[in-house]
């Protein structure tokens, strides 16, 4: 998609839609069809959704982000900051249990945000140039 509309992802300039885009917006979809959500919902209640940042650095960063936010129609709870887990302690929890750490999420375009602004800049300019 990136190549033929001669563009590059939004987190190669700074944002970060992808977790919206490929993981929020699919369980929105599915909750608005979901019979226990629409009679919770009807009943003026909220459904409760937990959420899995953990209790290190770049969680937290996100966490607090998140919990200034007003949902209508979602209570959102962290369990794992609430039992003080980093991911380090995930993974070993994880690994305890006998069951292999799965990687990290994420989109493949992160590494896109190792590269300078002004250079991703320079490089999206070339392609549209090079399209025309």
């Not at 960063?61 to 979602?74: F, G, N, S, V, W």
């Not at 003080?84 to 990290?104: F, H, Q, S, W």
Request: charged share 25%; with cysteine.
């Amino acid at each position: 998609m990136a190549l033929t509309n001669a563009t590059l992802p939004s987190k190669s300039l700074g944002g970060s839609s992808c977790s919206l885009k490929y993981k929020k917006a699919p369980q929105d979809a599915f909750l608005k069809t979901w019979q226990p959500a629409i009679d919770a919902w009807a009943r003026g209640q909220k459904v409760t959704r937990l959420i899995g940042f953990d209790a290190g650095k770049r969680d937290t960063i996100r966490y607090t982000h998140a919990a200034k936010i007003e949902d209508p129609l979602y209570d959102y709870r962290y369990p794992l900051r609430g039992w003080g887990m980093d991911r380090e302690a995930c993974e070993r929890r994880i690994a305890a249990a006998g069951l292999p750490v799965p990687p990290k999420s994420s989109c493949w375009f992160l590494c896109l945000q190792m590269v300078s602004r002004l250079i991703t800049t320079l490089y999206l300019c070339a392609i549209k140039l090079t399209a025309v």
